[in-house]
């Protein structure tokens, strides 16, 4: 009889104990809103340090915002076969909204799901790669942030210092839609500015030494344009252009930090920041489809220091002036 008591006041307890835990969390005992959480499956192309920290921004901009998160991340390392199985995983583990990182991410990742938002972010130009109707209203189940920032804008910067230049050099990925829009816009720019433009696509990292190593003996400036490949080679790129003394610069800070010698670009945190703005849009409701897309507005210099000596630029050269100095 005693057995069955205790029994019965140990069954009651755990009763209690699991009414009183709805709504709370595991580990804290802290309340929490319905609202405020969001499961998120996180499909990132490749990695270097810009989609890394596109990543981190997205998700410290939420938690900064009071979302309880429950986050997977698969990086598919440059395999576009496995971005469409993954999607349709997170999909089938019933994930609130798909973040895509990288153009190739969102491009398989809209082809494979249907019911689930997809964010996007790193695309530089959203409608040519084919992910929404019009920029303003996509009209898709997909919307996200671009890290488009004018090239001529850039070039022109970079020319503010190197004057001299009238080669310049850009090495992209043949597979990468992104890129072959920023080489078409690029070819436009250089031909106004009367710059000659020496290009070299490759297909994979393995292809990058042997032309890189073409590359420099043609040209006296090079330019790392947004693309996932030669992001992920620039240590091995920047080698061979502080070998030749060929001043670089970049779209953004990244391959500054492996080695390119400064940019005037975007911010990656930051475009993560505005696309978790975008997953409490339609947390709170907001359809993908009525979401314009985001352009960064705001700009970064940064300078490799440790570049600049190799290229025995002077440490009162006004690249350094306002500058993010990377040692």
Do not use: W
């Amino acid at each position: 009889m005693k057995r069955k008591l205790l029994l019965i006041a140990i069954c009651m307890t755990m009763i209690l104990t699991a009414c009183g835990s709805k709504g709370e969390t595991e580990n804290t005992g802290k309340e929490v809103n319905e609202d405020k959480v969001l499961k998120v499956g996180i499909i990132q192309y490749s990695q270097h340090i810009a989609l890394d920290r596109a990543r981190e921004g997205f998700i410290k901009q939420l938690e900064n915002d009071g979302f309880a998160l429950e986050v997977e991340t698969i990086n598919v390392q440059g395999d576009s076969n496995l971005v469409s199985t993954t999607a349709k995983k997170f999909e089938s583990d019933g994930v609130d909204l798909i973040y895509a990182i990288a153009t190739p991410a969102a491009q398989g990742a809209k082809n494979a799901v249907e019911n689930t938002p997809v964010i996007f972010n790193a695309v530089t130009d959203p409608v040519d790669a084919g992910l929404v109707e019009s920029n303003e209203k996509p009209g898709v189940n997909v919307t996200g942030v671009s890290d488009y920032y004018s090239i001529e804008s850039q070039l022109e910067s970079f020319l503010k210092y190197f004057p001299e230049s009238k080669k310049l050099g850009v090495l992209y990925s043949t597979g990468e839609t992104n890129s072959e829009t920023q080489i078409k816009e690029l070819k436009e720019i250089t031909e106004k500015l009367g710059i000659e433009l020496f290009e070299i696509g490759v297909s994979t990292i393995n292809d990058v030494p042997q032309a890189m190593t073409s590359l420099s003996r043609k040209i006296d400036s090079y330019v790392a344009i947004l693309d996932n490949l030669a992001s992920s080679s620039a240590s091995v790129i920047s080698v061979e252009l502080i070998k030749q003394e060929i001043p670089s610069f970049a779209s953004e800070g990244g391959p500054v930090e492996n080695g390119i010698l400064m940019s005037d670009g975007v911010d990656y945190e930051k475009l993560g920041a505005e696309a978790a703005k975008i997953a409490e849009k339609i947390k709170s409701g907001e359809k993908a489809a009525d979401i314009p897309v985001v352009f960064s507005k705001d700009t970064t210099r940064t300078v490799n220091k440790k570049t600049a000596d190799g290229l025995k630029i002077d440490e009162n050269s006004l690249i350094f002036e306002n500058a993010n100095i990377v040692e």
